[in-house]
């Protein structure tokens, strides 16, 4: 068994996934048509070789520019800077967001050496030194390393006349007063917004 | 993104894997290094070539016969039938059984169209006619589709001459009386062993 004890390995490594949730995707996958199996895999392992990063935001895509790069009808005016590829599918669901992207593909974390050179910084510096920018919106994650790194970019921009701003931090919509921790519930009072 | 989309898809199809899950393994792959995806995928792709049933008993193995049935110092009078090859590593992992397996790959369901010709039945007719074995013990799940193959295969088997057994039923072990349900518990009465 050591083709199905290897995969059951190899799955567990998955984000989310333990060696119950691994061995039942194996079984599955053994008791599945033969033709799911064989898709599945063969999508796995061209995965890298298909998708790349867009060579002007960084998030992935399949072709040189991403979906959203390549879509001239977007506001050139807004660069909305993110940690991962991932936030922007997020952002884009929200429908509420009509600039483009630049992905840093991390944050910025000495401890783990994780620098500036690391990161996907030099390449925004370069859009927005072009000049059709007028804001940046740096929607890193609401942590010490997503602060630290918004403040870094805003010292790296300013002298380029681009206004700098970042996600409001408050509450979540339908979320409870009572269950909101005391750091949240300082920024929500603090942004407060006029009725 | 067509590639990764698909392989989202893909992914969502597999037991306990939402869109959410999916979208998350799928960006875990993308960001995780080249082997690991590539090994992952290729594990997949030929997990049907190297795995098939085990000769004698059907487990999933990748030789003729299945790790169990090649182990020669196991009880030869004694064949566990179950449901699914997953059931086996179970029934290893309590250390409690020394005998033989034979997997049936399901259930008897009529309304699904699962009768007797479709499951792993014949070969276990033949086994238990060969002479050595004393007692079938019926692992089936305690279900309908698990009592009714049961007594189905008693049925089969009775004028050969072999003892079968059932798996007893009663109160999971660690378990609280409070949470049991009505017919367990009626089981668990019926079925009380003396002190």
Redesign the interface.
């Known amino acids: 068994?050591?083709?199905?004890d290897?995969?059951i390995h190899?799955?567990s490594?998955?984000?989310?996934?333990g060696k119950k949730?691994a061995?039942?995707?194996?079984?599955?996958?053994?008791q599945s048509d033969?033709e799911?199996?064989?898709?599945?895999?063969?999508?796995?392992?061209?995965?890298?070789e298909?998708?790349s990063r867009c060579r002007r935001c960084g998030n992935?895509?399949?072709h040189e520019l991403?979906?959203v790069c390549a879509d001239t009808r977007r506001d050139a005016g807004l660069i909305c800077v993110v940690e991962?590829?991932?936030d922007i599918?997020v952002l884009e669901a929200s429908h509420e967001y009509t600039g483009y992207y630049h992905v840093l593909h991390g944050v910025l974390a000495p401890l783990d050496g994780v620098g500036p050179s690391e990161l996907n910084i030099q390449s925004l510096i370069g859009r927005v030194g072009q000049g059709s920018v007028r804001e940046l919106i740096i929607a890193t994650n609401p942590t010490v390393e997503g602060d630290t790194t918004a403040l870094y970019l805003k010292k790296l921009v300013e002298h380029l006349g681009v206004t700098v701003s970042r996600l409001a931090l408050g509450l979540p919509v339908g979320g409870d007063l009572e269950y909101a921790d005391r750091l949240t519930l300082a920024r929500s009072l603090k942004g407060r917004t006029a009725l």
Chains 1, 2 share one sequence.
């Open positions: 068994m050591d083709h199905l290897s995969l190899l799955l490594r998955l984000p989310g996934i949730s061995t039942r995707m194996a079984y599955y996958l053994l033969e799911f199996t064989r898709n599945l895999g063969e999508h796995i392992v061209s995965l890298k298909k998708i992935y895509s399949e991403c979906p991962q590829p991932q599918a």
